[in-house]
Each structure stands twice: as structure tokens, then as C-alpha cells.
């Protein structure tokens, strides 16, 4: 009996992991019926498996709560069908929402609070493109529904957040040209070993299919400006050995950069759509293993947010590489992947938040 009620315990924990995972802090329009139908069986069977056991202390607190979660997932079911029933107007503006938080997320670890001069530039111009986007998506559907509440205020933050980034990218432009000649150079310097841990954290001994080329393309675009102001410092009386070490670092890290590039598009131009995506979905079990290993069910104290950041940004271009596959050709597994992707990706996002507040007491 004990083993037989611990599997039932075990089942009521991976339902409610799946979720928390899948449902909890998602918008309502967005999740799926019929997911939350096998959650509301599933826990239905536990119920009714347990309701057969002798009754202990244990069976029962067991039983309350698989109950109490039953209510939960039949309420929620109803929450979501009533949510559907706004139509798809409304499904995709709330879609679109959610890759934009995923934007203000990424706004908050790399930007918010750091240092200007030497913050990403690129990596900032195309968060700006992104939201631009997506804001030019929302429009129509903001005044097809204007009697919707909440689609203008989120409509608002967007616009709000755009002029933010572009406000922000005028301001780091002009920070990286203050101080004495030396001092800019050794800024570049840095704004350099930023691009090289990139391509650390991105590229370096990963598989060439599942990399994205216009990321690659942006650092080598980055490394490019850094040279040249590096170039600009020496012409104009600059007396620095190190400087002069420091371009010709960045001009064989942007050789080398150009060279993997082209590998990388000729690599994924032999093989199928279909297993790019396939492949796509093996990388991202991939970060969240990472994850796992790292932070699941750890004390948030103490825990590497570099290394969460990290996280995220690995899931988030692999979630943009995804929809941008899914553009070219509709297939149903990519379409799930990208689904449980992009939660996965609310998840860590929600969990780097928490920890920063965990390590601020």
C-alpha cells in the first residue's frame, strides 16, 4: 500500500509541476483546452484511486489536496473556454504580449541598472526592432477591440518601452565617447570581451544547426564599431601598445566570426526544415537540464544569476529561431516546442526576478 499511495503522490506532484509550468502566470487565451482537460483525468483518476486506499493520515492529506487541485484545474478549465470564447483577435494580441514582456525581461537583466558604456548596442537596437514589430501587430487589433479593456494600456507600454530603448541607445552612444583617450580605449576593450563571451555562450562547441546566424552577424557588426573606434583613438595620437594589441585581437576574432558564419548557413542549408526544428528542440532540452542541475529546487540565495541570464538567453533564441522556422513552414511539433519553450522561458525569466529579490534581503 505504501508504495502504490507514494506513486499516487508522485503523480499528484508531476500534475501540479505541469501546471505550474504550462497554466500558472500565463495569459488564459493563450493556453490550450485540451492540455488542461488530460490535467483535470488525470488528477480525477488520482482522486478516485485514493478515495480506494485504507484510509490513513496520509491517504487522507493526500486526498484533500488532490481535490483541492481537481477544483483548481476545473475552474481554471472554465476560466480559459470563457477566455477563448473572446476570439482570436484577442488570442493573438495576447500572444503578441507575451513576446514582448519577454523583451522588457531582457531590457531588465541586461540594461536596467548597468553600466552604459558598456552595454550592447546591437543587442539593444534589436530589442528595439522587435518591439517595433510587434507594436505595428497590436495596433489594428487595440482599435478593432477599443472597448476591450487593458488592450490600450498594454498597447501604451509598448510604445512607452520603445522610446525607453531608443532614449537608452542615444545615451550609451555618448557615454562610450566621454573620458580621456585612454580611458575610451579600455572601455572598448571591454565592450570587445563582451562580444567573446558571447560567442562563448552562444556558439562555442555548440551544434552549427541550431545557432542562429543573424546573431552572429550583430557581433560581428558590434566588433566591427569597436575596431574602428579603436582605429580612430590611435589615429588621432593615441600612444598605446595595448590598444594596438587590442585591434588586432578584435580584427582575428572578426575573421574567425566571418568564417563560422558562413559555416553555420551552410550547414543548416543541407539539412530540412524539419530537422532543424528537431534539433531546435533537443538544444532546449539542453538549457533546461542546465537549469535544472543549477537552480531547480535549490535555495534562491546565493544562486548565479549570470549564469540564469545566460539561461534565457539561450532559451529565447532558440524560441526566436523556432517562429522563425514555423514562418516557412507549418509543422505541428514545432509549433509545440516553441509552446513549451516560451513557458519554459516565463518560468526562468520569473525565477531570475525572484532571486534577485531573494538576494536584495
Do not use: W
Request: contains cysteine; negative net charge.
Amino acid at each position: 500500500m505504501a508504495s502504490t499511495v507514494e506513486a499516487l503522490r508522485s503523480e499528484v506532484e508531476d500534475i501540479s509541476n505541469t501546471y505550474e509550468a504550462r497554466f500558472a502566470g500565463h495569459s488564459r487565451v493563450t493556453r490550450d483546452v485540451g492540455e488542461m482537460d488530460e490535467l483535470v483525468r488525470r488528477t480525477r483518476d488520482v482522486v478516485g484511486k485514493l478515495e480506494a486506499q485504507p484510509k490513513s493520515e496520509e491517504v487522507t492529506a493526500l486526498l484533500g489536496t488532490a481535490r483541492d487541485n481537481l477544483t483548481l484545474y476545473q475552474n481554471e478549465r472554465e476560466e480559459i473556454r470563457k477566455a477563448k470564447s473572446s476570439g482570436p483577435d484577442l488570442e493573438e494580441f495576447a500572444r503578441l504580449g507575451a513576446q514582448a514582456n519577454f523583451v522588457f525581461a531582457r531590457y531588465r537583466r541586461h540594461f536596467a541598472g548597468k553600466a552604459r558604456p558598456t552595454r550592447d548596442l546591437g543587442m539593444l537596437a534589436e530589442m528595439i526592432d522587435d518591439l517595433q514589430k510587434l507594436q505595428q501587430k497590436m495596433q489594428p487589433i487595440a482599435k478593432r477591440h477599443s472597448g476591450v479593456a487593458g488592450l490600450g494600456d498594454d498597447l501604451e507600454l509598448v510604445s512607452n518601452n520603445i522610446k525607453l530603448y531608443v532614449t537608452e541607445r542615444g545615451e550609451i552612444a555618448d557615454a562610450r565617447g566621454s573620458g580621456s583617450p585612454d580611458e575610451q580605449a579600455d572601455l572598448l576593450a571591454e565592450v570587445a570581451n563582451g562580444q567573446f563571451k558571447l560567442y562563448q555562450d552562444h556558439f562555442a562547441d555548440k551544434s552549427r544547426l541550431t545557432r542562429r546566424p543573424q546573431l552572429l552577424q550583430r557581433m560581428v557588426s558590434n566588433l566591427e564599431t569597436v575596431k574602428d573606434r579603436m582605429e580612430g583613438l590611435r589615429k588621432a595620437g593615441l600612444k598605446s601598445e595595448v590598444n594596438v594589441k587590442n585591434i588586432e585581437i578584435v580584427d582575428s576574432n572578426v575573421k574567425l566570426y566571418r568564417t563560422e558564419l558562413a559555416e553555420i548557413k551552410k550547414a543548416r542549408a543541407a539539412v530540412k526544415l524539419a530537422d532543424l526544428m528537431s534539433n531546435l528542440g533537443g538544444a532546449a532540452n539542453d538549457v533546461m537540464e542546465e537549469y535544472r542541475n543549477n537552480f531547480a529546487g535549490k535555495p534562491r540565495k546565493g544562486r548565479d544569476l549570470d549564469l540564469l541570464s545566460k539561461l534565457c538567453d539561450q532559451l529565447g533564441e532558440i524560441s526566436r529561431q523556432m517562429a522563425d522556422l514555423g514562418r516557412a513552414e507549418v509543422v505541428d511539433f514545432n509549433l509545440k516546442n516553441q509552446a513549451i519553450v516560451n513557458d519554459n522561458l516565463v518560468m526562468l525569466e520569473n525565477e531570475y526576478d525572484e532571486i534577485v529579490k531573494a538576494n536584495a534581503s
